[in-house]
């Protein structure tokens, strides 16, 4: 087992796709501090791991303050001496359109996400830094993150934010020869489950049938199963030259998104004024704009949802 003598962090642990992480890091020998704000959650996880042989304690608490991020630092070092991953995944939704999401919305997503990740990185790598070993570190993105999503200001706010932390804490601890990396799956979850567009592959997910090779090769969508193998390899000594990435997985695909670029440059002696701008923009960038929103093939008629009645 390649993590064994490992010791893991898991936030948002409980249940679904860190359920996945904690289990499968786990089985390739770490021991795993699971975590969930449901006390009974957590411990039929922590229950799951050791029932596999495995070793797992909980820290029941919500991530976003430091001091749930010193908790769980502390019951990683008093139940197995040491830190050596991090998977930043604790979440949550309130969707709803930007005219009217709440004060109250927006900062809950923003605090569990964005800074719940900071505080709980920020902990990791005083410890990694004292512990003098290196370290590993995998923040957990999304696609809406990437592209933007319709009804979700706060949570593509979020995943976007992580995903240029990540790529600034590469730069900071690669000395401490600590990696950090981002991961972005995409996968049926509690999340994805209420969404019409994949209503088939949840179906077959929860009835215990393979997934339609449509949702699994063309859209790259799958289990939180199928997630567990990257996070247990970016947590690797094997994955030591990767740091910096945002790497997407999901059913059969595994994807490594670019960093953003500029996709086209002008120049214009003296400078850019509107008369400039009002003359010469559409003929240069028109053409260039880049999308948004995720895109997708069409759904083939089969797997198409009926229509309400």
């Not at 001496?81 to 004060?103: F, H, P, Q, Y």
């Not at 900071?172 to 994949?198: D, G, W, Y």
């Not at 695909?253 to 953003?260: A, D, E, I, N």
Request: charged share 20%; with cysteine; proline share 4%.
């Amino acid at each position: 087992m390649s993590l064994e003598g490992k010791v893991a962090i898991v936030t948002g642990s409980g249940r679904g796709l860190g359920l996945a992480y904690a289990q499968e890091l786990a089985r390739q020998g770490a021991s795993v501090v699971v975590n969930d704000i449901d006390a009974g959650v957590a411990t039929d996880a922590v229950e799951s791991i050791v029932a596999a042989g495995g070793q797992a304690v909980a820290v029941v608490a919500a991530v976003g303050s430091t001091e749930t991020a010193r908790a769980l630092v502390a019951a990683a070092k008093e139940n197995f001496g040491r830190l050596d991953i991090l998977v930043t995944n604790a979440g949550l939704l309130r969707d709803t359109v930007l005219w009217k999401m709440s004060d109250e919305d927006f900062d809950l997503v923003v605090n569990v996400h964005l800074r719940g990740t900071f505080t709980c990185v920020r902990e990791a790598a005083v410890e990694f830094r004292e512990q003098g070993e290196g370290g590993r570190i995998i923040c957990i993105g999304s696609p809406t993150g990437q592209r933007g999503n319709f009804g979700q200001t706060n949570y593509s706010a979020a995943k976007a934010g992580i995903v240029g932390m990540v790529r600034t804490w590469a730069l900071e601890l690669s000395r401490a020869k600590v990696t950090v990396n981002a991961v972005i799956p995409v996968a049926a979850t509690a999340m994805t489950a209420t969404i019409p567009f994949f209503k088939a592959a949840v179906e077959a997910a929860d009835r215990g049938e393979p997934m339609p090779d449509f949702f699994r090769h063309d859209l790259g969508f799958g289990t939180s199963s199928d997630v567990g193998g990257l996070i247990a390899y970016l947590s690797s000594d094997e994955a030591q030259f990767v740091t910096g990435q945002a790497i997407g997985v999901g059913g059969d695909r595994l994807q490594l998104w670019s960093h953003p670029d500029a996709v086209e440059s002008a120049y214009a002696p003296g400078g850019w004024s509107y008369e400039t701008l009002q003359q010469q923009f559409e003929s240069l960038f028109g053409d260039k704009q880049q999308s948004i929103g995720e895109e997708f093939p069409p759904l083939p008629a089969e797997f198409a949802p009926e229509p309400a009645a």
